[in-house]
C-alpha cells in the first residue's frame, strides 16, 4: 500500500460474497489505470506482471458468505502531486466521482465474469501547510 504523504485516499477493489454459499474464483494480479475528467475519475482493472508474478498467473480464491477478498488498490492523490515511487490515480480539488471499471474475475467451472461496481463521491480538500 501506497502511504505517501500525498496520498489523499488508498482505493481498493474487493470482492464481497453476497450469496448463502461459498464461490470459488481465481483473477489475475490487478492495478488500477485511470484519469480524471470534469471530476470523474474512471479506472480500470489491468493486469500488472514484472519480476513479483509471471503474466497471466491467477491467484484463487475460496470466499464463505459475507466474506471480503482484495483484488486490487491504488493510491489517489490530489492533481500535481504524488507518483514519486509508484504512479498514482489523480483526482482535483473539490468534488470528484471515483470509480472502477473493467474488474473480472473467472469463477470456477465458469467463464470470466466482469463484476458490477458503482462510485463514490469524495470531497478532496487542499494539501496542509
Excluded at 461459498?22 to 484519469?35: A, N, P, R, T, W
Excluded at 509508484?86 to 471499471?101: A, D, F, Y
Amino acid at each position: 500500500m501506497d502511504r505517501s504523504p500525498s496520498a489523499v485516499v488508498v482505493l481498493e477493489v474487493v470482492v464481497r460474497n453476497v450469496s448463502k454459499e461459498v464461490i470459488e474464483f481465481d483473477h489475475l494480479q490487478l492495478g488500477l489505470k485511470g484519469e480524471h475528467s470534469e471530476g470523474t475519475l474512471s479506472a480500470r482493472c489491468v493486469e500488472v506482471w514484472g519480476s513479483f508474478v509471471q503474466k497471466g498467473y491467477r491467484f484463487k480464491a475460496k470466499l464463505a458468505p459475507g466474506e471480503s477478498h482484495p483484488l486490487a488498490q491504488a493510491a489517489i492523490s490530489r492533481d500535481g502531486e504524488g507518483g514519486v515511487i509508484l504512479p498514482t490515480l489523480k483526482v482535483r480539488l473539490g468534488e470528484n466521482r471515483i470509480g472502477v471499471e473493467g474488474v473480472v474475475v473467472r469463477l470456477v467451472g465458469a467463464k470470466d465474469v466482469e463484476l458490477v461496481t458503482g462510485y463514490l463521491d469524495v470531497e478532496v480538500a487542499p494539501a496542509k501547510k
